[in-house]
């Protein structure tokens, strides 16, 4: 594992170059994100202008901060950077203690101009000879929730309560707005999203998606890796990376630059070379690496990835409160060709007759049950506990709309015991689905705040079961032969 | 048009049998509901064991009611019908004012059990005998937002501002769990979903699809029509009439039981054939009927149609404030076989360099903008003006991802006035997408309740793109032949 790429995730002290006290600058947010985040060592900013800056003492250059620094964020007008490195050349020269940039500010390589281009071979001229790497630039930043570093400029209305806490996912992104995108959906959910680590990777200059992509294959906290990809000029080593990585852990992939004017819009936006799809796509098939369509696909699949448990086979029981989310439910299942319906025992369909509203319909077609609108708490988590027990089911798909007589709080109550308590959300997935809105976020904040995944829609349950069974169905053919 | 049909809309008095004090039941719902909505005639509750209910005298008996009742909301336990039934025949005999029932109460007919069949008997025939039409049972009731008539029993947290607004959407659905999450989901948008006219249909013992469309066909508030369809007895008949209907306005179906599975699954539900579903879907593309596969799709097909004008033509602008999103979008774009990217001037493409920073990208690929992360708000309202003016645009997909840095509420103002103020929106269609989440409420709220529709995501303005211009291709070709 790179020493100095280690520094980036969990610095001895940060320091950010163009901390600002005026709210519609970056620098501002990036500086009071450090702090809401807690970061527990030191945070200096730097800035000209200011004696203090958000209760901190701020300093004129890089070069004076007289303790440790080993992570520099720099925000500054573009065009600074020149006087900037020589700082931090000096500041090396005396104290040799940074180990990592990123650099946020735009207006570098990726403008194409010969200005652009100069200013980023200077920064990296210096970066190198000193042996500092580089995130950006042109990037949004990097945050690490179990070492509590937020270097973003991104506000996402996310309660401080919810930042710093641990999760399996760690996500990189080629575009600034993407990621910054996926932080305000991932802050807007029931219980918001809290990732391992997340980085916006910007031009590249330096730190890419494989050296990322290495120190997520040994890092223990991460159990899922999520990346947004337009292109990368070396697609074989990418590749080879990815497919060695994905035998170990599930890494979900949003890649655009699909279509032929994709490609070329991508090419005018990051300079790299989209590359042929059909060949990243069908490399991601053979190697196990999960693709999705859209950003909320994306979310949905690293969180189910990092909070429920793998299917150990393909039979997803659909079981649902009501005649048309089921029905719903079970076209998008039909059209996941890797899904398939259980046949549960007789003595299962007898136990849920028995336990259900008469109405109910138990197993009409098989691996599918409607326990109607009549049902109460009790037959909802009941029913959910007897399939489960099941061999035939490797998982369930559990839908239910809360209508006004179903105390939803208690409900979300039950589930978290059975599924937690009881642990029967531990060997077998439980795909939740509570319709809808704003209504019933009480019940999916309950369940959330638990660790229980839930999710918008009946069809983005069958989308996450597909996507998770066929890595299953990849680890048990190919990619476990050639562990 | 029925007459009696159209007491359903806009009845002189409504009674509710089985109104009640109870927050945990339907009746309780129901009459406050109703209140909310600000009903402007009388509401007469009946309960036997009640004096009076939310501040209304309530009354032991339908028969009981001195003053005029044209409609009937029942949510009375289904053993009672057959003694419910019997006073309305009373009432009937004597007063013979009841013109329409709206029967909520489950456990008729879809039960399939010789009592619930008998219950449904029943209930019709007394309706029949006095020429009642009757909604329902197993419905979750109607919403009349012109005329301010709520018979549902569906708790959605609509702000009470926002009960009661007109909108141009009237929509029918077979799920009464749909239709419920339809209307918690519409209430949990940035402004609320406001429908014209909401119809749960239940069993459709009487009143049915053809009723209503054929209803929505003369009403000339009705816009745009919305259906969620798991099957129908006389499927020539349906097609018949939405084909004639849908070369006046357009009709967004939600079809289920594309599946043979799925199908299965509806015969279990409501007891009608699903058809086979190619069927349905070659007579869809046949008659210029828009099929939508999710039921985000279908809100967001029928807000459009509402609120957006038709494009003119194919050709739709992806104007992007950022790369990520946009290249994103461009991939959902391509894969819509019926867009197409529009060939700009070179007189646009000079106004456009001018106005927007050093960084943008103008049209490469052609028919697509990047005005970058440096776009302040003159800079976005400027481009989308001058792209909305070039002849070779038939409408606009405008992305921004809201950083800290650009102050939300002014470009929300700014866009307001260049579409509303100024009228830009009122010839070409603008679909504008502010990611992400919670972050970008302010702004959306601001768009939205100004009449300027929002979408969740790019790919989002895509497909509503594409269904409207394939709308406007069904009625330039066979439909323009045939009116």
């Not at 995730?9 to 950010?16: H, K």
């Not at 852990?249 to 005018?268: D, Q």
Request: hydrophobic share 40%; glycine share 8%; net charge negative.
């Amino acid at each position: 594992m790179d020493k100095n790429l280690h520094a980036l995730f969990d610095p001895e002290n940060i320091a950010i170059v163009g901390a600002s006290s005026n709210p519609l600058k970056a620098g501002y947010t990036i500086l009071e994100n450090l702090k809401s985040i807690g970061y527990p060592k030191k945070i200096f900013p730097v800035n000209k202008s200011e004696k203090e800056l958000s209760g901190l003492p701020c300093y004129e250059k890089l070069s004076l901060i007289p303790e440790k620094v080993e992570l520099v964020v720099l925000i500054t007008p573009s065009q600074m950077i020149f006087d900037v490195m020589d700082d931090l050349a000096q500041r090396m020269e005396e104290k040799g203690d940074v180990k990592v940039i990123v650099c946020a500010a735009a207006n570098y390589g990726e403008t194409k101009t010969e200005e652009g281009i100069a200013r980023q071979n200077y920064l990296m001229e210096t970066a190198k000879k000193y042996h500092i790497r580089v995130v950006g630039p042109n990037c949004i930043g990097i945050i690490d929730n179990i070492n509590r570093v937020d270097t973003t400029f991104v506000e996402t209305l996310l309660p401080k309560e919810s930042r710093g806490k641990k999760g399996g996912i760690s996500f990189i992104s080629q575009s600034g707005a993407v990621a910054a995108s996926i932080l305000m959906m991932g802050a807007s959910q029931p219980a918001p999203i809290s990732m391992n680590k997340f980085i916006s990777i910007g031009n590249m200059a330096d730190v890419d998606f494989i050296d990322l992509l290495e120190y997520f294959e040994q890092d223990a906290d991460t159990k899922v890796i999520g990346l947004y990809l337009e292109g990368y000029p070396e697609g074989r080593k990418l590749m080879e990376t990815m497919a060695r990585i994905a035998r170990k852990k599930p890494i979900v992939v949003l890649k655009v630059g699909r279509s032929e004017i994709g490609a070329k819009a991508a090419n005018s936006h990051t300079g790299s070379l989209a590359g042929a799809d059909a060949v990243y796509d069908g490399a991601f098939r053979q190697f196990g690496i999960i693709r999705v369509d859209t950003i909320e696909e994306l979310l949905d699949t690293l969180q189910a990835f990092d909070q429920c448990v793998i299917p150990k086979g393909s039979r997803i029981f659909i079981l649902s409160q009501a005649g048309g989310p089921g029905i719903y439910c079970t076209d998008g299942f039909v059209a996941q060709k890797n899904l398939a319906f259980p046949l549960v025992s007789q003595e299962t369909k007898d136990r849920m007759t028995v336990c259900l509203p008469d109405m109910a319909n138990v197993c009409s077609p098989e691996g599918y049950a409607d326990i109607t609108a009549a049902a109460n708490v009790k037959h909802h988590v009941e029913s959910l506990k007897i399939v489960l027990e099941d061999d035939a089911v490797d998982g369930v798909i559990f839908i239910t709309v809360v209508p006004t007589f179903l105390p939803q709080k208690e409900l979300a109550e039950e589930l978290v015991k059975l599924l937690k308590e009881k642990g029967y959300g531990t060997n077998k997935p439980v795909y939740i689905c509570i319709m809808a809105g704003n209504y019933v976020w009480q019940a999916r904040e309950i369940l959330e705040k638990n660790g229980i995944r839930t999710f918008d829609t009946p069809v983005d349950c069958v989308t996450v079961a597909s996507h998770m069974v066929a890595y299953q169905q990849f680890l048990q053919s190919r990619g476990g032969e050639e562990k």
